[in-house]
């Protein structure tokens, strides 16, 4: 699954590509939409979460989330896309322009295209993002807000990998992230809300912010020195401890959890236990 630093770098990619120019082509085989007029201008493009955006000046955004499956491709004119053409969801082109040529962009099995009117702030009616938390792949994002929704969105009982990847409490974290920012932290990812004390969420949301603009800028994800700590590492030595990495699927969605069972712990500072069973 695409994390949100893999669609930031997609969308800046886009960005780059497209800003300024004028549309020549637009298809969205499956998607019912009006014709683009003429001349219309590729304002821009960005990342929101794991939210791609490319924003045209006729008043339109084309929205796209990745899911699973999708992926954004730009290519030139005159080249053969890496992926069949069946797959492909939408593309659209843009002129060449002086000294510049024109690209192709194409975006690949993602499972949700959509045209909506374009998304601008105090415009929160068909904004396909508002239901995000804090995008913490963006400096300065609101890590207050992230700790608080983390408490206010989540059931006690629920376990803090599977919060963590909730893009309601904060968005831009996913399976990869999870996994690493537990390791920094040193928590187990099967312990539940309600032994995670205010603190350590803080740091949980913190360290999630930190690790995800760490890898803005490149495509090998770094979290530790070396490389990532124990995500895809099953029965490699954890490199804190030497423990083999263990793993086990988490979650509604049975998302595979990589952890060292001896150097993350659940605290040991419990809060109050869950009434009842379960
Ligand atoms: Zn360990």
Request: charged share 25%; glycine share 10%.
């Amino acid at each position: 699954m695409p994390e949100g630093d893999t669609i930031f770098r997609a969308a800046r990619a886009l960005d780059q590509a497209l800003a300024g120019r004028t549309l020549t082509r637009f298809e969205a085989p499956r998607l019912p939409h009006r014709p683009f007029p003429e001349g219309t201008v590729v304002l821009g493009s960005e990342a929101r979460g794991k939210h791609c955006l490319v924003h045209f000046d006729d008043g339109r955004s084309l929205h796209t989330h990745m899911r699973m499956t999708g992926s954004w491709h730009l290519y030139r004119p005159s080249e053969r896309w890496r992926k069949k053409a069946s797959a492909a969801r939408v593309w659209l082109e843009v002129a060449a322009d002086g000294e510049r040529a024109g690209w192709v962009a194409v975006c690949f099995a993602a499972p949700v295209v959509d045209l909506v009117d374009r998304i601008d702030a105090g415009r929160p009616g068909a904004d396909p993002t508002a239901h995000l938390g804090p995008n913490l792949c963006e400096a300065g994002a609101d890590l207050d807000e992230a700790v608080a929704r983390l408490g206010r969105l989540s059931p006690p009982e629920r376990e803090i990998g599977d919060a963590l990847l909730d893009q309601r409490i904060a968005n831009g974290v996913g399976n990869v992230y999870k996994c690493e920012v537990c390791f920094v932290c040193e928590l187990d990812p099967f312990t539940p809300l309600h032994e995670v004390d205010e603190p350590l969420r803080r740091r949980l949301i913190e360290t999630s912010s930190r690790l995800l603009q760490a890898n803005l800028h490149h495509s090998v994800r770094i979290t530790v020195e070396g490389g990532v700590a124990v995500y895809g590492r099953r029965d490699e030595p954890c490199r804190r401890c030497g423990t083999p990495i263990a793993w086990r699927p988490q979650g509604p969605q049975a998302r595979g959890t990589y952890w060292c069972p001896t150097c993350q712990r659940r605290p040991t500072s419990a809060g109050p236990a869950p009434e009842g069973p379960g």
